[in-house]
């Protein structure tokens, strides 16, 4: 499964993969594995596994999603954090983090990567996902 997975990812076509399942099925282990690989192979360009379990940990909430892709994205790739920061130099941004959650994903992430369309086919820019079910 997870070397399918992999395999899938690495096309330049293949821009989701959707796993779905009762809960204990192995979906987290699963997307864990892949995106270790994935680190391994200098491709993972950020990760983010959603927990409810752990309370006060940041994992347990959506509120510090934007902002921590946002980061692991610029410190993955230098074009990315060089469209981040021109987007954020925008004074209609300079409270960006006082913002409804959906503006946040817009101004940190969305507006960037529109930027950023060669990097993101090529296979090489690859984002886990998991537990979004649980925010």
Do not use: Y
């Not at 959650?101 to 969305?110: G, P, R, S, T, Y």
Request: aromatic share 8%; glycine share 6%.
């Amino acid at each position: 499964m997870q070397e399918s997975l992999h395999k899938h990812l690495r096309e330049a076509k293949s821009r989701f993969i959707w796993l779905r399942g009762s809960p204990g099925m192995g979906k987290t282990a699963i997307s864990m594995s892949v995106a270790s690989a994935l680190e391994e192979e200098d491709i993972l360009a950020a990760s983010f596994f959603w927990d409810k379990n752990q309370t006060g940990t940041g994992l347990d909430s959506i509120e510090q999603f934007p902002s921590t892709l946002a980061h692991q994205l610029a410190s993955f790739n230098k074009d990315f954090k060089a469209s981040l920061i021109r987007h954020l130099q925008h004074p209609a941004l300079a409270l960006v983090q006082d913002f409804p959650l959906e503006k946040q994903m817009k101004a940190l992430i969305i507006e960037p990567m529109r930027d950023l369309e060669d990097t993101l086919s090529s296979g090489k820019f690859i984002i886990v996902l998991d537990g979004l079910d649980e925010c």
